[in-house]
């Protein structure tokens, strides 16, 4: 009877095991389907003709023959709408005041909206923010500028409740020079934009152009790289050699249970308090930098990540069998010759494991780094520059994009294609954990 409950339990147990992993595979579908998907439009898209002119603009990429052969197709598509435009800013002169004051809103934003939409009419003088020099670069962006030209959203309000209503405003504009704006826009927009089907895999490493209207985040991903790696350069040593002195060396005591106690406790501190120990520690008290900077970032994380290193190198160390040990020092071997090349061996797919998930966090870490590394808006930092320069980083510039910057609606696609990155990256030191391990632990077998 007590074997059959036993054999019982085990399925329960089983099955349980089972359902808990397919739970988990399935929320982790739910989260991450959605950030691939739309990360993958920062990567492939519709771009109009005003993105492969900010291409040959600021990158110097394209063929500049077959853009000007493209443009001037353009243009014979977009030459009534200016046309119709300026036409009505001179007829909105000679209007009764009543009726100018009326329409001098309405054509504002008209005015406007053609301006974001194509881009500045050739001839006129150019602005000065790289944002203004181009139309929408991005055929679905186009479109919802064109529906803002358009027409006019006002809300409707009653008893039930309130909604949007979209006023066409050919309708306000009618017997007006600027009426055929309307037409055009609707019948010719995809003559007046060109749009094509685009595969952009240097977003990866181009930089942002006027705070990511444009351009990639190549800054982003390598500031990111920076400061993981600088990290674990210095968590990885610090996190080892405290693992062996508490497995090899200390004697269990007080101290030694202070340390452990000291070392738990680390890892349970929220992130934003180590960013401002870092602040405070690095950058004010030991003024290992001006100011912000790749190093007192990566300070900061390596405290960040310190604990785990410990554990998951202890927990390696611990589970060598005490035989290798025994046999070691049977053989002459001293207890240091012992650790380093008999049991540090042995535990090192443990310790490994533990050093990619260290970086994985570390990669993925915003609030340390606001206070000691990273900015909005950078240029790559050169290797030369880690120890005094700042830099961008995915986490704090995903935050930043999400949540401060002032055209939030317009940069979705690269809010969604930093968080894919940053995810992709966090993935591949996994899975290189992973692969890194296996193959130590058939070296040593083997």
């Not at 351009?215 to 790289?225: A, F, K, R, S, Y």
């Not at 497995?247 to 007080?254: F, L």
Request: charged residues 20%; proline residues 5%.
């Amino acid at each position: 009877m007590r074997l059959k409950l036993r054999k019982l339990m085990d399925h329960a147990l089983t099955a349980g095991g089972y359902l808990a992993i397919g739970g988990m595979a399935l929320f982790l579908l739910w989260v991450l389907v959605p950030v691939f998907t739309k990360g993958f439009g920062a990567y492939v898209f519709r771009g109009t003709v005003e993105h492969r002119r900010m291409m040959l603009g600021e990158f110097n990429r394209g063929d500049l023959a077959r853009l000007r052969a493209e443009l001037a197709e353009v243009w014979r598509a977009r030459e009534p709408v200016y046309r119709a435009v300026a036409a009505f800013e001179r007829e909105l002169d000679a209007m009764p005041a009543a009726r100018r004051k009326a329409l001098r809103s309405a054509f504002r934003e008209v005015r406007e909206g053609v301006a974001v939409l194509l881009g500045p009419e050739p001839g006129v003088p150019l602005p000065a923010l790289t944002r203004r020099l181009y139309g929408q670069t991005r055929w679905e962006q186009a479109r919802e500028k064109a529906a803002d030209i358009l027409f006019e959203e006002t809300w409707e309000y009653s008893d039930a409740g309130s909604r949007r209503v979209l006023v066409p405003r050919a309708e306000q504009f009618e017997g007006t020079a600027l009426a055929p704006v309307f037409d055009s826009v609707e019948r010719d927009l995809a003559a007046m934009m060109r749009p094509r089907l685009t595969v952009y895999p240097r977003f990866l490493t181009d930089r942002s152009i006027d705070a990511h209207f444009f351009g990639g985040i190549g800054p982003e991903v390598l500031g990111t790289l920076y400061l993981s790696l600088g990290a674990m350069l210095v968590a990885v040593p610090l996190g080892i050699v405290a693992a062996v002195y508490f497995q090899e060396y200390a004697k269990e005591g007080p101290s030694v249970a202070f340390l452990r106690s000291c070392v738990n406790t680390l890892a349970g501190v929220p992130s934003v308090v180590f960013g401002l120990f870092g602040l405070a520690f690095f950058i004010n008290t030991l003024r290992v930098s001006p100011g912000k900077s790749v190093l007192a970032g990566a300070l900061t994380l390596a405290l960040l990540v310190l604990p785990t290193v410990i554990r998951a190198s202890e927990e390696a160390i611990a589970a060598v069998p005490r035989a290798f040990k025994e046999g070691a020092m049977a053989l002459g071997a001293g207890r240091f010759r012992t650790v380093a090349t008999v049991i540090l061996p042995a535990a090192l797919p443990g310790i490994l494991t533990g050093i990619v998930i260290s970086m994985g966090r570390a990669a993925g870490e915003t609030a340390p780094i606001i206070f000691t590394a990273a900015v909005s808006v950078g240029q790559m930092v050169k290797p030369s520059e880690v120890l005094s320069q700042p830099t961008p980083a995915l986490s704090w510039n995903l935050y930043n994009l999400c949540t401060e910057h002032e055209a939030v609606e317009e940069l979705r696609h690269v809010q969604f294609g930093m968080a894919a990155t940053l995810v992709l990256i966090v993935l591949a030191l996994n899975l290189a954990a992973i692969l890194l391990r296996a193959r130590v632990a058939r070296r040593l077998k083997g």
